[in-house]
């Protein structure tokens, strides 16, 4: 019987299992096929990624392995960022509080905060990019709806949506196609916005390959950079996921935009334990 030790946690209840590199050497199994397993909710631990990290890396302080529940490689998240920027400082594996993360989307720089939450400068958004036709027309038909959007990449494709009613109610029927929409050659995580006021969104969204989450880091800055492209929102705003808030603040506009986009959120435990393969 192999067991393995894991750690469970979440971030506006985007969930995680983090297992150390060691102890996922005694798995022998493919990384992409562990994730699949220890993510499932019915047969696994459950939950929407899983990472690992990286034992070394040349370009930062520390790097990792990012898996969806799906088993796909992902190349950031937001939620997920601040939960192993908590982990990889409370079991020592960096000695300060501010450090840069490599990642497949660049290096990330995340600050853990004596209030307990993590400010992460997340870079700069990317709004022309060879795996995201940002040019050309910005609508979209899905099922019944012809959608205005706005695609911003933040190192991950994104679309932004914005309607008037229940987000979720709109991320749940047209999430699934939207993500598979031929516009997106890659796939692409979908938010769907309410504006509240200009400084307060609601989004839900459907995340490239989990599906429904309760929270989407990247997301949430992305659904930012729309808002200010679109002259919706001012330039720091409260996130409002289904699973809890994130602050948002880019200075960048629609002439400067290589202004970093800077998210601050919680990052929390659920668990410890021993996982039987």
């Known amino acids: 019987m192999n067991k393995i030790k894991i750690t469970k946690m979440q971030g506006c209840g985007n969930d995680f299992v983090i297992i150390d590199y060691p ?24 939950a ?9 890396t040349e370009n930062a302080d520390i790097s990792w392995y990012f ?14 960022i601040r939960c192993f920027a908590k982990y990889a400082f409370d079991n020592k594996l960096v ?26 400068d997340m870079g700069i958004p990317i709004l022309e990019d060879e795996k995201i036709p940002f040019k050309g ?14 695609p911003v990449s933040m190192g991950n494709p994104h679309c932004v949506i914005f309607v008037d009613g229940n987000t979720m109610d709109y991320a749940l029927k047209y999430g ?3 993500e598979k929409h031929p516009y997106f050659p890659e796939k692409t995580n979908t938010e769907f916005v309410r504006i509240i006021s200009k400084n307060e969104v609601e989004m839900s969204v459907y995340e490239r390959g989990c599906g429904i989450t309760l929270a989407c880091g990247t997301g949430a800055c ?27 603040e880019w200075q960048g506009n629609k002439t400067n935009l290589d202004s970093h986009i800077f998210m601050t959120g919680p990052a929390n435990y659920s668990f410890v334990a021993e996982y039987i393969l």
């Not at 996922?24 to 696994?44: I, N, P, Q, W």
């Open 222 to 248: 992305a659904t930012l950079v729309a808002c200010i492209l679109n002259n919706l929102t001012e330039s720091k705003i409260k996130v409002n996921l289904p699973g809890g808030a994130v602050s948002i």
């Open 48 to 56: 929407d990624g899983m990472f690992i990290p990286k034992p070394d």
């Open 95 to 120: 000695n300060k509080k501010k450090f840069s993360v490599e990642t497949l989307a660049g290096i990330i720089s995340p600050e853990l905060l004596d209030d307990g939450n993590v400010r992460v």
């Open 67 to 80: 898996y969806n529940n799906d088993g796909t490689t992902a190349q950031m998240c937001g939620n997920g």
């Open 176 to 178: 699934p196609i939207t």
């Open 23 to 46: 102890e996922y050497e005694k798995t022998g199994m493919t990384m992409s096929d562990l994730a699949k397993k220890v993510c499932d909710r019915h047969f696994g631990v459950g």
């Open 137 to 150: 027309e910005r609508k979209i038909n899905v099922l019944d709806k012809e959608f205005d959007i706005t």
